[in-house]
């Protein structure tokens, strides 16, 4: 390489590292923020986000950048770099080129409406008054239109957002994986809602001291091999999970003494989140790699561990012992009995309280809905009335107010269309996985049962996490199981886990 | 003021905004880092303070804010400035004009040299080994020697550092009134020593449920008229009060079983940090001046809360029975020998674990040693023999190791020489405001007595704490008291008390 693209390499790889440095700070800012900042400093550093936010934009969509990625991606210089900055080359000049289209004024103002839409939200939330947020959605809504007409509608409109979060991802796929685990779980949900073998739900249904519950939840942790050197546990009204860099993962949970499951399984889901974050490759740090390669991966991950693993009958062979210990007295059921109750399956209105089977419903409603809102004109004055509907059909319930609708979720506030189908598709990934892992590990069964789940950690390492985004969410799940997204996995799962639990 | 001005000042403002975004981004940062940032992400994100970092002195440097400082400070723009755009100006310029001497590469340079000192010292102290630490010093005090060069020598070279915490301050002033409090407080401390009613230490010398000492500490800090709205308490192992905005105000303490006092009097005292910066006026938000005006006046407040109220009899009178209710059956002592106990006066070799009158003995010593460096030329290596002869001295001790004598301060590897005189400084300034607020409030050992110390915190903020850097420490003190800083204060009520407690 020449003297002068060698030079060109290196300030842009310090550019790219100085933007990673403001990403870093504002994921700390915001953990903050979620965490226990004082509510009186939260005006004051709203206004500091902001100001990073800006810089880091403008840093993104610098003429520097322009001239690095457009130098740096010239097929003869491009062949010359090694495979990490070839990608890195490659990712920055994507994100430059969708941020580019954006001025940076339209930018600015968006960031500002997202704000004050989500503090709308909240509390046309708690009044049970979409009126009140409908014209703030609407302006989002309307932001979001034009900048599908500045990236440039892909196939249909909403597939230009779908995009944004699981790089590759169509309608068209989405319509046919979602078309059929709808078709197999409808039924499925009402096969259930008709067994006489309902599960036994007293032993959930006690106060359990809260102090234990977060033991447990370290515990837990501990066992799935979170490391504590590079990550850490607090509480938060909504539990997530942040990869600030992969020494520094941090996650939540909450704890509510009226619900043991509730901490139990959020530690589980976040610490999925961890796991992948704290493993990727440290070759990755400073680049826009070092991160999950997708929203749809990065779900997988969570719903592995909570679901796949923490709600197995072999993770509790093993573990419900422990759980009665540090509960001592109040676990009398047996761990069969505790299995089928963490497995109950009940339509329900509020997605964060579903269970495995109905929560797939709950997001094809979701993004059924903004696929018409974006394809098809749907209004946002009608969507009450076509979420209410939907609801009736695929869960058999109508919301009785709008909070338990149509304003449960924070994502749209913020602009977050084309995030919900990520979820289904962790669900999707995540069983799909475990058939790879099964058949290349045929003792897990035994493993897990035996609380050994490290090397299962460290097959998740090496086939996901190590990669961060240097691999594309396609080329992993084609990687591990010779094969494109398939919800067949998913619907083999579900429907003989759900057969044999409810005995159908 | 022309069009042009108008428009200069809104965006020096903006710019000055922009820079204490960054300062909010790295307070944050650095509470995160000592409060409980998970071991394996330090060496990431320390990169990321680096940047950021160096982000903030390049916009505090840049040609735009020379352009701003020297447009807006032409005395007919400066003339229609309203008085906080004035200091504002003023502040940016000297800062300007300060940081504009020191070239980029070596601030660079100098930030990672005190980064590597910060963590050789540390290992050093721990080894008790001075070699190993003798290198970096030398080259901190170097640098240190550079930036007097090229900011100038003010009367001596050693002036140019104290200036830096507390602006004006000169070492002819130091040497008059550290050799006025030096001269009184040595035979004081031997008289102590001499005494025959030396306090009984028994009741302090239990074990207490380190629970119970956070819940005290809670308790006070409350009591003080802290705002938990605008502030948390977290726990570090050196204790320390950062304000990130005067919303968000964090302080730590430290829990150590068999040490009741040190966490009762680290809340006090970063409680006394945390009250000031609480209480800055919000119009000073978003400006260099909303901050304290020196080191020197913020511990003055640190001080007062911590010795002159919380070490007083008054107070023990009202808050020692909450104290013996929290630890029930444990105090037995009654409210005077508990009070003589926590003034116990003891020559020792650690400054922060020193007495409310050795510890000025402490903080001459240093001060005469960092004359010897900079204006006499004392080398790093003569430093422990230097420091062990001046212990013998005031103090009638000598180190037994390096690690109990100069490797005790973490101070002076991050290049802090100068420092040190702050907090006698506070002691001095605190008794010099208390002997006017007893003046002005002939109640106040009623109130105190009484548990109303919210008048204390209104005066202290209606005089002190409102100006945030709005007023110079000299302007402080003079609008206060009438007169400069006096060393008579702090020496009338050294003797007063002690005279008391010791019964000399």
Same mark, same amino acid.
């Given at each position: 390489m020449s003297t002068n693209h060698e030079q060109q390499l290196k300030d842009f790889r310090e550019l790219v590292q100085k933007i990673k440095s403001y990403e870093e700070a504002l994921s700390l800012m915001y953990w903050d923020l979620r965490t226990g900042a004082p509510r009186k400093g939260m005006d004051t550093r709203s206004e500091v986000i902001g100001v990073m936010s800006t810089e880091m934009f403008k840093l993104?969509?610098?003429?520097?950048?322009?001239?690095?990625?457009e130098a740096l991606s010239q097929p003869d210089v491009y062949a010359q770099l090694d495979d990490l900055n070839q990608k890195t080359v490659t990712e920055c000049k994507k994100e430059y080129e969708k941020s580019k289209k954006i001025p940076a004024k339209m930018y600015q103002?968006?960031?500002?409406?997202?704000?004050?839409?989500?503090?709308?939200?909240?509390?046309?939330?708690?009044?049970?008054?979409?009126?009140?947020?409908?014209?703030?959605?609407?302006?989002?809504?309307?932001?979001?239109?034009? #900048?599908?007409?500045?990236?440039?509608?892909?196939?249909?409109? @909403?597939? %230009?957002?779908?995009? *944004?979060?699981?790089?590759? !991802? %169509?309608?068209? /796929?989405?319509?046919?994986?979602?078309?059929?685990?709808?078709?197999?779980?409808?039924?499925?949900?009402?096969?259930?809602a008709a067994s006489k073998n309902?599960?036994?739900?007293?032993? !959930?249904?006690?106060? #359990?001291? +809260?102090? /234990?519950?977060?033991? @447990?939840?370290?515990?837990?942790l501990e066992q799935m091999g979170f490391d504590f050197q590079a990550g850490r546990l607090d509480e938060s009204v909504h539990p997530f999970a942040?990869?600030?860099?992969?020494?520094?993962?941090?996650?939540?949970?909450?704890y509510d003494e009226n619900d043991l499951a509730n901490s139990l399984f959020s530690s589980l889901h976040e610490g999925g989140h961890a796991l992948y974050e704290q493993n990727i490759s440290k070759d990755l740090i400073g680049t826009p790699l070092c991160t999950g390669t997708s929203m749809g991966i990065h779900e997988s991950q969570s719903r592995f561990w909570e679901n796949?693993? &923490?709600?197995?009958?072999? #993770?509790?062979?093993r573990y419900y012992g422990d759980l009665q210990n540090i509960f001592p007295g109040q676990l009398h059921a047996d761990v069969d009995t505790f299995y089928r109750a963490i497995n109950r399956v009940q339509p329900s209105l509020i997605r964060t309280e579903s269970d495995e089977l109905t929560y797939n419903l709950h997001i094809i409603?979701?993004?059924?809905?903004? /696929? *018409?809102?974006?394809?098809?004109?749907?209004?946002?004055?009608?969507?009450?009335?076509?979420?209410?509907?939907?609801?009736?059909? @695929?869960?058999?319930?109508?919301?009785?107010?709008d909070a338990l609708g149509i304003l449960q979720d924070v994502h749209w506030s913020s602009g977050g269309f084309g995030y919900f189908p990520s979820y289904s598709l962790g669900n999707m990934y995540a069983a799909q996985m475990m058939n790879t892992l099964r058949r290349e590990m045929p003792e897990l069964d035994s493993l897990i049962e035996a609380g050994d789940l490290h090397p299962i950690k460290a097959w998740l390492t090496d086939k996901v996490y190590q990669? &961060? /985004?240097?691999?594309?969410?396609?080329? +992993?799940? !084609?990687?591990?199981?010779?094969?494109?997204?398939?919800?067949?996995? !998913? +619907?083999?799962?579900?429907?003989?886990?759900?057969?044999?639990? @409810?005995?159908l």
């Open positions: 993104s969509t610098s003429d520097e950048m322009g001239a690095y990625v103002e968006y960031v500002v409406l997202a704000t004050q839409a989500e503090n709308i939200w909240e509390e046309a939330k708690e009044a049970n008054d979409f009126a009140r947020y409908k014209p703030y959605l609407e302006k989002v809504v309307a932001y979001n239109q034009q #900048f599908i007409d500045l990236w440039g509608p892909k196939e249909t409109r @909403y597939d %230009t957002l779908l995009d *944004m979060y699981e790089p590759g !991802l %169509t309608v068209a /796929k989405l319509d046919e994986v979602f078309g059929e685990l709808r078709a197999k779980s409808v039924p499925l949900v009402a096969a259930i309902q599960p036994d739900m007293s032993t !959930l249904e006690q106060k #359990f001291d +809260i102090e /234990k519950q977060h033991q @447990y939840s370290l515990f837990a942040t990869g600030i860099n992969p020494g520094d993962v941090r996650i939540t949970t909450r796949m693993i &923490g709600r197995s009958r072999m #993770f509790w062979n409603i979701r993004y059924e809905i903004e /696929k *018409m809102i974006f394809n098809e004109g749907l209004a946002v004055e009608d969507l009450p009335a076509v979420w209410n509907a939907k609801y009736q059909e @695929y869960l058999g319930i109508t919301p009785p107010t990669y &961060g /985004k240097s691999l594309t969410p396609s080329e +992993i799940i !084609l990687q591990i199981t010779g094969e494109e997204l398939n919800p067949a996995y !998913l +619907i083999e799962y579900l429907e003989t886990k759900f057969s044999e639990v @409810y005995k």
